[in-house]
């Protein structure tokens, strides 16, 4: 049985004394170790016998786990002499249902397993020692947040030292923790990680949730990177599903040998008995506590066992409004966790709800899905002052920092699932003619400027600061032109990348350097429909004033001749930054630089104003 002391306040997998946990919902699922013992648990309510098969040194021992007093469905067991890295599986006997369904031994790797040999079938789990020295972090403030989002094995290896022909690992994400932190980000987003079928994905869709890919390392390999992270000034955020399970070499799909209600324990459906779907995989039983329990212990897991600073749900509105809510409570009962960035994807046909997302499941922020969308027919020339107009400002929630901005597109916008036959999913710059595109090099500009401006927490994905070409995706497709679009570091340091670069960097320390542009603070003090001019205000009571003025078309005003009507605010302003700048691929004498600038009798501010450009002053 398994002994009393897996049921205490703290978690058994934490190595920190120092920093109090939240035990688990569920303390010591899995393969467990102790001092010189291993607990093994499992769920198994349909299971007349388990026991738990162990190998050290091709030897197999098999040890019975019994069932627990307290709920039976439980099965558990402490096994003397297990150590790190011995692989593990489950036995289970499955009582049947009838003469014409009798019963069967299945073997199953643990639903809990921190690691695990491969996605196949056969698979068995690997015990994990998480001893592990952790560098001192402090999670960001919300309003501090600016996120870059990347993809573990596509980011690195390709024309680069490493020279990787497939697919990179954590320890090569170690060499370019550097760059994305010069290019003034402090938190790095990463799509999913856990366990996949086949050698690299996306990630949405995982055979083991609890595993990483073990493509990309080892769990210890994972808690490096999340530390080099950090020593890097880089919160870490995981991108969850919890919404599917894989289509294929599911490893939870009739888990305990039940057969008869539509997929097993982890999938049945309370009402039709059949197999739950959604686009992508198989949905879980959402309504079922034991479920709702596995997924929150999930979350505390990456919080906990790897230091996450924060979780990206994704599809959170394809799972049961009472799961979702179960899985962010449990989360917020640990109070240091608080500081912990919790973002939903809810879809944008609810837009109705995300208040309710925020004030009542208790996310930090929802995921912007319509504003790449809105701002490409702003580039586009499509009513552009109502286009901006439209996602320049946080959706009436209670701060900025509920919602996440992306103006040049996510993952979602940028990977082509189809082979290149998906024409819209691209990078921005690509839309509007390529790299080689002086205009879609300027709107792709444009877009990010804007979006560090405006409220909201910033979000680059991988590629856009280099005016990445094509469409991305982490493993040869089937493109009759190039099969391979993963990050490309050749392109990355060539003469028109290093301009895009150079504007994100620069862009986002404006950020830094002006609280005003961090604030719960918005005013429009400027629309000009007719030249497609947009300006706001935003200021800070430590007394920081910036005004950003948007040109969203061709015409331009080289002679200090155009005049932001600047409402209520006089005095003398400085630009701190221009789009059009010769060192981002504009050119000279675009903007105002060093030049006296003073609100007149009229109320305006006459400056020069570049084609396509965002241009901020700020009060002296």
């Known amino acids: 049985m398994l002994i009393s002391r897996s049921n205490t306040s703290t978690n058994p997998n934490s190595t920190d004394r120092s920093v109090p946990v939240h035990p688990s919902v569920h303390p010591g699922m899995g393969a467990n170790l102790f001092d010189g013992e291993c607990s093994f648990r499992v769920w198994a309510p349909n299971a007349i016998a388990v026991s738990v098969c162990i190998w050290r040194d091709e030897r197999m021992s098999q040890v019975s786990l019994a069932p627990e007093p307290s709920n039976p469905s439980y099965w558990s067991v402490d096994v003397t002499g297990v150590v790190a890295n011995q692989p593990y599986q489950f036995l289970i006997e499955n009582k049947g249902g009838d003469a014409t369904n009798?019963?069967?031994?299945?073997?199953?790797?643990?639903?809990?397993?921190?690691?695990?040999?491969?996605?196949?079938?056969?698979?068995?789990?690997?015990?994990?020692?998480?001893?592990?020295?952790?560098?001192?972090?402090?999670?960001?403030?919300?309003?501090?947040?600016?996120?870059?989002?990347?993809?573990?094995?596509?980011?690195?290896?390709?024309?680069?030292?490493?020279?990787?022909?497939?697919?990179?690992?954590?320890?090569d994400f170690h060499t370019k923790l550097e760059y994305i932190r010069e290019l003034g980000?402090?938190?790095?987003?990463?799509?999913?990680?856990?366990?996949?079928?086949?050698?690299?994905?996306?990630?949405?869709?995982?055979?083991?949730?609890?595993?990483?890919?073990?493509?990309y390392g080892t769990p210890a390999d994972l808690r490096s990177l999340v530390d080099a992270a950090h020593s890097h000034g880089l919160a870490v955020i995981f991108d969850v599903v919890y919404h599917h399970a894989s289509t294929s070499h599911n490893h939870y799909w009739e888990?305990?040998?039940?057969?008869?209600?539509?997929?097993?324990?982890?999938?049945?459906?309370?009402?039709?008995?059949?197999?739950?779907?959604?686009?992508?995989?198989?949905?879980?039983?959402h309504w079922k506590s034991e479920v709702q329990n596995f997924l929150l212990d999930h979350a505390r897991m990456l919080l906990n066992e790897y230091r996450g600073d924060g979780l990206r749900f994704d599809m959170a509105h394809n799972m049961t409004w009472e799961c979702t809510q179960h899985i962010i409570a449990g989360l917020r009962e640990n109070p240091y966790w608080h500081d912990k960035y919790l973002i939903a994807e809810w879809t944008g046909d609810?837009?109705?709800?995300?208040?309710?997302?925020?004030?009542?499941?208790?996310?930090?922020?929802?995921?912007?899905?319509?504003?790449?969308?809105?701002?490409?027919?702003?580039?586009?020339?499509?009513?552009?002052?109502?286009?901006?107009k439209s996602f320049i400002g946080w959706m009436g929630f209670d701060r900025p920092w509920n919602f996440v901005r992306y103006l040049l597109g996510s993952h979602d916008q940028i990977a082509d699932t189809d082979s290149g036959n998906q024409r819209d999913h691209r990078y921005f710059v690509e839309l509007f003619g390529g790299r080689d595109n002086w205009y879609a090099r300027a709107k792709a500009r444009l877009g990010w400027a804007l979006n560090v401006a405006i409220p909201g927490t910033p979000m680059l994905f991988m590629g856009s600061e280099c005016h990445h070409w094509g469409y991305w995706w982490p493993n040869p497709d089937?493109?009759?032109?190039?099969?391979?679009?993963?990050?490309?570091?050749?392109?990355?340091?060539?003469?028109?990348?290093?301009?895009?670069?150079?504007?994100?960097?620069?862009?986002?320390?404006?950020?830094?350097?002006?609280?005003?542009?961090?604030?719960?603070?918005?005013?429009?003090?400027?629309?000009?429909?007719?030249?497609?001019?947009?300006?706001?205000?935003?200021?800070?009571?430590?007394?920081?004033?910036v005004v950003v003025v948007v040109n969203m078309s061709d015409r331009q005003w080289q002679e200090h001749d155009y005049g932001i009507q600047m409402g209520s605010e006089t005095g003398r302003w400085e630009e701190i930054f221009n789009s059009q700048s010769p060192q981002y691929d504009g050119w000279n004498n675009s903007g105002n630089y060093q030049y006296d600038l003073r609100v007149q009798e009229d109320g305006k501010l006459y400056i020069n104003l570049p084609k396509w450009s965002v241009m901020m002053f700020k009060k002296k």
Not at 138 to 163: E, M
Not at 361 to 367: C, D, E, K, S, Y
């Open 255 to 285: 888990y305990d040998g039940n057969t008869t209600d539509g997929g097993g324990i982890y999938f049945e459906d309370p009402f039709k008995y059949e197999p739950a779907r959604d686009e992508d995989g198989r949905s879980f039983a």
């Open 102 to 171: 009798p019963g069967d031994t299945v073997t199953r790797v643990d639903a809990y397993a921190r690691q695990v040999e491969s996605a196949e079938d056969n698979a068995r789990g690997i015990v994990v020692d998480w001893q592990q020295k952790w560098s001192d972090f402090a999670t960001p403030k919300f309003d501090d947040l600016i996120i870059y989002q990347a993809h573990v094995g596509s980011f690195v290896g390709l024309h680069d030292h490493l020279n990787i022909p497939n697919y990179a690992t954590f320890a």
């Open 350 to 388: 609810q837009q109705d709800r995300w208040g309710k997302v925020i004030r009542e499941l208790g996310f930090n922020a929802v995921w912007g899905m319509a504003d790449p969308f809105a701002y490409r027919r702003a580039a586009k020339g499509e009513n552009p002052i109502d286009e901006l």
């Open 185 to 215: 980000f402090n938190a790095l987003q990463l799509l999913p990680i856990a366990q996949v079928d086949g050698a690299d994905s996306e990630g949405y869709g995982a055979t083991n949730l609890f595993a990483p890919h073990n493509g």
């Open 478 to 545: 089937r493109n009759p032109a190039t099969s391979e679009h993963r990050f490309d570091w050749e392109i990355a340091g060539d003469a028109i990348s290093i301009s895009m670069r150079n504007l994100v960097r620069d862009v986002n320390w404006v950020r830094w350097n002006n609280p005003a542009l961090r604030s719960s603070t918005l005013q429009f003090i400027h629309e000009d429909g007719a030249n497609a001019v947009l300006g706001f205000k935003r200021w800070h009571e430590s007394g920081n004033i």
